[in-house]
């Protein structure tokens, strides 16, 4: 983790360094195994950004116990799912969050007790708990994905899924133990989770932030000199609309995507606004952690690419007939290795769906996670998203990528944000329905109506253009394309 008095952990009142950071682990880690005592029991957060949501992942896999983090933003009602389905023994979460469940929403194994509590028990025992000696292959977290399509389902992360996505992320972004990463995005997601614990591999320093707005994000990385920002592409446009100082600026070193695409668009912003450092576009599932990144030399040329495999992942574009398709040639991500996770918390119908044996061209073997997303590689090895399979809108007997749609739609620059959807439809079977936002005028519907006729075959023509002034987010961060088509289909 580098060197024991560097910064590891700055918050709103107080730094921890490296080797304060490991005590904690340690106190944290012994008091988890008193309280909660058998092996394999799960151990939930509920809570803001802090010292406790921060430090509770490493402490529970090394106390042998099983993380779940909820999502701060989810209410009530998805909360009790998770701590009813993973089945926790103990929740520990901040007063008005605890308070907030009623008395039929968790099960009679499961106690609650205040972060500050915690924390304060923890801290007063002497007794310290070593480095772990698990399996690497044991349940080390669960990890809830948002629930857009039906209720949450839990993934099932080993202490080798979570420690070589550190190596791997760590190695190829070169975090050094100088650098700063800002972590804006939620502990709960896994690419979030992966901010702190790739940063600490390297023996770098992690800001954790919960910002009401985008610029409390561009105050953040002034005042704490950031090296390293990760967002998803709803934070990378609303931060590309502000103004960037140059103390802001000129300490950033990379800045990484994922949870969608980057648009040509929007990498010629980041470019224009950050000339020095370098951007990282990944793609990645939460069932595997994170598939490609792009290496940044590439980005100028080959700005919609997926990249290729990161460390520790194998990446087969698998065609119909389960070969490995040609160059050029769609079939689906599938992805092989040891990021992939251990399946979905006791649903084996939908883990069978989705986790499935690998092909026989894959090297590794075993079990592989069966995308669902329709990629190519071109001759050179590069990646190119076209869509995920049950995204596809089918038209009149045509199958449209709604990547498409929406590109041609932001390429006018008459919009910042586009969603393209597939509504029932008695004539066409679905219909194209797009739903972007930007400045709501007549002289820009009629230009984006008329520019998506020139650039658009009539198959993809939307038969309805829905302007918003915001669009809905799931607790990730990204565009909740499942909210938007429910409202379009009221």
Sequence with gaps: ?????????ILRDSVLNHEELRLRVSQLSAWLQSEVGEKGARVASWAAKGELTCILPLAAARAGLVHVPINPLLKRAQAAHILNDSGASLLIGNKARL???????????????????????????????????????????????????????????????????????A????????????????????????????????????????????????????????????AVPPLWVQLTELHWAADAVSPMRRMTNSGGALTTDLVGDLRRIFPEADLYPMYGLTEAFRSTFLDPSLVDLHPTSMGKAIPFAEILVIDEEGGVAAPDEEGELVHCGPLVAHGYWQDAERTAVRFKPAPAASKYGGTAVWSGDRVRREEGGLLYFVGRRDAMIKSAGNRISPAEVEEAAIATDLVSEAVALGIPDER?????HLVVRGADNKESREALDRTLKKNLPNFMQPKEIHWRDAMPLNPNGKIDRT????????
């Design 1 to 9: 983790m580098g060197h024991g008095t560097r910064p590891a952990l």
């Design 99 to 169: 308070a907030s469940l009623d008395d039929g929403d968790v099960g009679a194994q499961c106690r609650s007790m205040e972060q500050g509590d915690a924390l304060k028990s923890a801290y007063a025992r002497e007794d310290q708990l070593g480095p772990s000696i698990a399996n690497p292959d044991e349940l080390a977290a669960i990890l809830y994905t948002s629930g857009s399509t039906g209720r949450p389902k839990g993934v099932m992360l080993s202490h080798a899924n979570l420690w070589l996505g550190a190596v791997s992320v």
């Design 428 to 432: 066409l079977g679905h219909a194209v």
């Design 171 to 230: 190695h190829y972004l070169k975090l050094a133990e100088d650098d700063v990463t800002l972590a804006v995005l939620p502990l709960s997601f896994d690419y979030g989770q992966n901010q702190l614990l790739s940063t600490w591999y390297a023996g770098g320093a992690a800001v954790p932030l919960d910002y009401l707005f985008p610029k409390d994000v561009v105050k953040a990385c002034a005042k704490h000199q950031i090296t390293t920002l990760a």
């Design 483 to 490: 909210a938007l088509l429910r409202e379009l289909m009221q």
